[in-house]
């Protein structure tokens, strides 16, 4: 049974990241030199502890969250190794919901790339404190000030760098400790640095730049400033807690470089985690700070289905939680049993009798609780906000090969939508066949492969098709629409006159300006929940309906047989009937596109964009190598990494990001006829 660490010693943090950045190596040195793993793990061998999955080892890519607990200093630290892909950033969305602090990583060469900037905004939606840490610092056009720049520039946030690298490239074997004005230096072959004085040659270019700390950190910090105003500089102590205070209130970063893969900079970057992030006790409380006296209140953020049974994975907010407790699944309202406790490292667990507010664990035994639930003591009912999750933008059509296995596909679609909350199963109407959506291309495959992996299961797979959604161009006055209906007894009666229109800010905005009581509040409450049926499919290919508002301006009601039911009816007809006559659009989702590609490749590269309907909006040239971006509709781009590859002899890379809606072509996505 492990020791209970107190709140403020505990750290609750994930590695965020673009692909490719280094999170995953940085999380396995992390282990390796906390002592809880006894071997390097290596993303290109497929011996990482958290990239377990098959498919992960495959694809050299982290696609699902993976928890570790270590610690380091008298701290324990729980940290979480987040996907860098864009197609699960609800993945990442899950994680930052229940984390209270992150290491953001950045390639050295790179800087901030689309997906660091995607995470980066995520972590601020969330108020995640973060420091940054700059990787790859051996490689071929490193630069920490480029990057730090970069940092400044796309994150709109002030980086404080605390290191200034020794040597440059293949050449790098350490840093100078700006607040100490230390020169730490690795050995090859060593797993911990020596300490000694700062190299004469570095001598006066680390006092520049420890003055420059110290000027950036007083213009953001008062009582920092106050001791700079009296003495001209900053003393170690105040440099320090300033630095905590910028970190947790998100005014700065402090920024730490080194390269993980050569293990170099981890032990001062776990240095700062301790010294910098915040503890269970620093965030905002939910009803009492942390306290494990409390009634007990957790988050699960994750829901995984195992050889063994299902692992629900939690956070604790408040409380203790021990094996055997009764606890309540607050938004369902029923009441589940802990069968077992157990701290998680990626793939392997360990029982523990007991977890307590700030610990991150996983539980057997409860049965039905999914992602954004909230558990707590059924004594003290509790509803914790849930993490938001996006909706799908690509989906597929599904079925079994063998008509057999049809109940068995149903059963594992199921089940994987149960563990990852943004894919979403449904059955379409007009054709019966079973529709798989998610985030992109790349998602769907991989959740299609899980399937044939961990059921044996044959599946056949449709085109990839996009998510259109249809918006209101020109609009409708004075709508007027009566529901009658009179089969004997009570019957149906509603009146309305609706005002439609295009409405840009908001995806739908209701509001009603009946006076003289002519339409009862509830039944404009019902009249608005009609128009919100309505929205679910629209009138040109029948896809959902966004960009409008809808005004209740008159209506009139029967002493007998008018109700919530008739208006909501009225009201959804009544819309439905506004839509055909207005001028409607179709809308197609599109992406924020970043290609890397040799230059002497640009001009096959940029062609091929444009016959993809992509506009450029930017592009750069850097040691050989250009960086093209593009808004491209996401339609265009299945099939886009083979297509690339051809074009660069397999020199090319690319990412996207989501990047909204923008109008499609006459005659996309319509309603066959």
């Known amino acids: 049974m492990r020791t209970v660490n107190p709140p403020t010693a505990v750290r609750n943090l994930g590695i965020l990241a673009h692909v490719d950045a280094g999170k995953t190596t940085v999380t396995e040195r992390i282990l390796y030199l906390t002592g809880a793993t006894y071997k390097r793990g290596e993303v290109h061998d497929g011996t990482t502890v958290t990239d377990f999955d098959p498919q992960e080892r495959d694809r050299g890519i982290t696609i699902f969250a993976a928890a570790v ?6 701290h324990r630290l729980n940290l979480i190794d987040t996907p860098g892909h864009v197609d699960f950033s609800d993945e990442v969305e899950r994680s930052l919901r229940v984390l209270d602090g992150a290491i953001a990583v950045f390639d050295a060469v790179a800087g901030v790339e689309p997906q660091s900037e995607s ?22 056009g490193a630069d920490l000030d480029t990057a730090a720049r970069s940092i400044r520039e796309r994150l709109r946030t002030v980086p404080l760098v605390v290191q200034l690298p020794i040597g440059r490239e293949d050449a790098f074997t350490g840093v100078v400790d700006l607040l100490r ?66 970190t947790l209130n998100g005014e700065g970063v402090v920024v730490l470089c080194g390269s993980a893969y050569r293990n170099r900079g981890i032990e001062p970057l776990l240095e700062a985690v301790v010294a910098y992030l915040p503890s269970p006790l620093d965030v905002p409380a939910v009803r009492e700070a942390a306290d494990p006296a409390a009634p007990f209140a957790g988050l699960v953020f994750k829901v995984t289905a195992t050889a063994t049974g299902r692992l629900t994975y939690l956070r604790v907010y408040e409380g203790t939680i021990r094996k055997g407790d009764a606890v309540l699944d607050a ?31 996983a539980v057997v035994g409860v049965k039905s609780a999914s992602a954004g639930a909230t558990l707590c003591a059924p004594g003290a ?20 090969a063998r008509t057999t296995d049809t109940d068995r596909l149903a059963v594992a679609l199921a089940r994987l939508a149960e563990e990852d909350p943004s894919l979403a199963v449904r059955t379409d109407p007009e054709t019966g066949q079973t529709v798989l959506s998610g985030m992109g291309e790349l998602h769907l495959e991989v959740a299609v492969e899980k399937i044939r992996r961990a059921q044996g299961l044959d599946v056949r797979v449709g085109r990839p098709q996009v998510a259109y959604r249809e918006t209101l161009v020109r609009g409708v006055s004075g709508l007027l629409y009566r529901h009658v209906k009179q089969e004997g007894g009570a019957g149906q009666f509603a009146h309305v006159v609706l005002d439609v229109e295009p409405h840009a800010e908001t995806a739908f905005a209701f ?24 929205l679910a499919e629209g009138p040109l290919g029948g896809h959902p309906v966004t960009g409008l508002r809808v005004t209740l301006t008159d209506g009139a009601t029967h002493s007998r047989d008018s109700s919530e ?24 989702p599109v992406v924020e596109l970043t290609a890397t590609v040799p230059d002497d490749c640009v001009g096959a590269v ?24 593009a808004t491209v509709p996401l339609a265009e781009l299945f099939g886009y990494a083979t297509r690339l590859r051809s074009r660069t002899q397999g020199r090319g890379t690319f990412t996207t990001r989501p990047s909204g809606y923008a109008p499609a072509p006459a005659g996309t996505g319509l309603r066959p006829t």
Request: net charge neutral; charged share 30%.
């Open 69 to 74: 607990s270590c610690d380091w200093d008298g």
């Open 119 to 140: 995470v980066w905004r995520q972590a601020d939606r969330h108020g995640v404190p973060r420091i940054a840490f700059v990787n790859k610092l051996d490689r071929a």
């Open 181 to 246: 004005l230390r020169a730490l230096v690795w050995a090859d072959g060593e797993d911990t640095y020596a300490e000694g004085p700062v190299p004469d040659g570095l001598r006066e270019e680390a006092l520049r730049r420890r003055r420059a700390l110290e000027e950036a950190v007083a213009e953001l910090h008062p009582a920092a400033l106050e001791e700079f105003c009296e003495r001209s500089a900053l003393s170690e102590a105040t440099l320090r807690s300033a630095l905590r205070d910028l």
């Open 331 to 361: 938004r369902a309202g029923r009441t589940e049993r802990i069968g077992r406790i157990l701290r998680v490292q990626a793939d392997r667990h360990v029982d523990v009798d007991a977890a307590v507010a700030g610990d991150i664990v």
């Open 381 to 400: 009912p509790l509803v914790l906000e849930p993490p938001s999750v996006a909706a799908p933008v690509v989906f597929v059509a599904v079925e079994a």
């Open 511 to 534: 509001a009603s300006t009946v006076v003289g009581g002519r339409v009862p509040k509830e039944f404009v409450r019902a009249v608005e929940a009609g128009c919100r049926d309505a």
């Open 565 to 588: 039911t008739a208006f909501r009816t009225a009201g959804r007809l009544a819309l439905r009937e506004a839509l055909r006559g207005g001028v409607m659009a179709l809308l197609e």
């Open 606 to 629: 940029l062609g091929d964009l444009a016959a993809r309907r992509g506009r450029v909006t930017g592009s750069t040239t850097r040691s050989g190598t250009a960086v093209v971006t």
